[in-house]
């Protein structure tokens, strides 16, 4: 993941087929403003994007297939109000 590129999750949570679902979101500054990429996992695809192209979209697919595991991981702890104290 590039340097300037700063990359959110959300909790779990459940979409509309009830299935757990993870959204990540990755912002930087554009050219033309804020450029934002969201995905989904664990399915591991770009589901809504502004300014980037499609080589770079393929490559933050591959981030999140790469970092699955991690990131659900990160996302469940946040999920569990419980954990933060």
Known sequence: MADDMTMTYSAIVRDKDNRKIVRVKFERNGTQGPEVAEGL????R???HNGYSAQELA???EYLRGNLDEIMSKAK????PLKWL
């Open 41 to 44: 996992l664990p399915d591991c």
């Open 46 to 48: 770009i589901v809504s």
């Open 59 to 61: 490559g933050l697919e």
């Open 77 to 80: 702890v946040i999920s569990n």
